[in-house]
């Protein structure tokens, strides 16, 4: 269990240099249990089925999360509508329930609530920095209704985009974090990731990072890149890493996206807890103090990221209390040969097998070069036709 104490900030907490553990990925875990439509990864389901992103929320504090992220991922209002993505409820009811479901389960344990913007459409079509900024504007009323404790602005792949929402954010006077979606290689658009941080930071935010994308150690060397390039320029800054669940060793720039796996087929390339340890222990030697996870991160990933940084938090997840740490209750196994496994030595060493047959290592990311700007990323409300969709079907089959 967590000590008990009046809840500290989450500024207070990282510059006493405590570790910060995030919460998962919410959009495919509800969408492979059928609460999530893939495609527009809307969030309807804080509002249509609470009861299940309650759940998972509740999952993730006693895995050891000390966030509870609200579940507005692409909730701003030009998403919700895009591509004929008709739903039964507006932007303000999905956002208002996903505060409260997050303050709910919060409020179980010693973590905070933050609210989470992310990029918008209207964006990739070119809008104005003020109808794009109107947009955030639109969510963070309500996270100042709902006196959420801090704010996030996650997964953007143009710095434009991010330091337009950062600067919406710092105006209300909450500490901001902000995440780009990036690897080492930087934004869509060239921008390095070094450069990436020092403009977020110089925007206004608190903590500076990534999530999305890419697997772990990708994203830990992001931030190192991150980190540097702050430092040198003068600036101070906190660092988190929220990275994908999978192994991501052929993307390209724009990441897991590009994979001819994504979304569907992915589970091959998952992560294992033993390989979450070792992603834990990267990013706390790296400097990082918030440490989460993205897409693919389910609550027993999150426990690993616990028990790893157990030394340094000073206890172990409620979670961890029939488990034990490094498989310890395997020594109660009935087999002697698993019997030999109940040790951390083992579960280091191991190299999993993919267990499936004539697999390739490797896959041959899509790489059609477009982003913002691009006429095919022009944004519609109506749902996207037949003839929409034929020449990119085309398009595909000619690249496979």
């Not at 109808?131 to 404790?149: M, S, T, Y």
């Not at 991150?226 to 669940?245: T, W």
Request: hydrophobic letters at 40%; aromatic letters at 8%.
């Amino acid at each position: 269990m967590a000590p008990a104490g009046a809840k500290r900030g989450i500024l207070e907490r990282l510059n006493a240099g405590e570790v910060v553990i995030g919460d998962g990925g919410f959009v495919f875990a509800l969408e492979k249990r059928g609460y999530v439509k893939a495609g527009p990864w809307t969030p309807e389901a804080a509002a249509e089925h609470p009861e299940a992103v309650r759940q998972l929320h509740r999952e993730f504090l006693r895995a050891g999360a000390n966030v509870m992220q609200t579940f507005t991922f692409y909730a701003s209002d030009d998403k919700l509508e895009n591509r004929g993505n008709n739903l039964s409820f507006t932007g303000q009811q999905i956002n208002e329930a996903a505060c409260d479901l997050a303050r709910e389960v919060a409020n179980e344990g010693d973590a905070l609530v933050a609210g989470g913007v992310s990029q918008t459409p209207s964006y990739l079509s070119c809008k104005s920095e003020d109808e794009v900024k109107a947009i955030f504007k639109r969510q963070l009323d309500v996270f100042i209704k709902k006196n959420v404790d801090f704010l996030i602005a996650e997964y953007f792949e143009h710095v434009e985009e991010a330091e337009w929402a950062v600067q919406v954010l710092k105006s209300t006077g909450k500490p901001v974090a902000a995440n780009m979606c990036i690897g080492p290689d930087g934004d869509m658009h060239g921008v390095s990731a070094g450069e990436c941080a020092i403009r977020l930071v110089k925007a206004g935010a608190d903590i500076v990072g990534v999530n999305c994308h890419f697997d772990p150690l990708t994203c830990v060397q992001a931030v190192k890149l991150m980190k540097e390039a702050v430092e040198k320029a003068g600036l101070k800054a906190h660092y988190m890493v929220q990275p994908l669940a999978y192994h991501t060793p052929d993307c390209n720039r724009q990441g897991f996206i590009d994979l001819p796996e994504f979304p569907f087929a992915l589970e091959p390339r998952i992560l294992t807890r033993w390989d979450m340890q070792q992603y834990a222990r990267e990013a706390y030697d790296a400097g990082i103090r918030y440490i989460g996870g993205c897409c693919g991160f389910e609550p027993y990933h999150i426990r690993a990221l616990a028990e790893e940084l157990a030394p340094e938090r000073g206890f172990l997840p409620t979670a961890s209390e029939k488990h034990g740490p490094w498989g310890t209750g395997l020594e109660m196994h009935t087999k002697p040969w698993v019997r030999a496994r109940a040790r951390r030595e083992y579960w280091e060493k191991i190299r999993p097998a993919s267990g499936r047959p004539l697999c390739p290592s490797m896959s041959k990311p899509d790489s059609w070069g477009v982003t913002k700007g691009h006429s095919d990323l022009m944004q519609q409300k109506e749902a996207t036709s037949q003839d929409q969709l034929r020449p990119l079907f085309d398009k595909c089959s000619a690249t496979q």
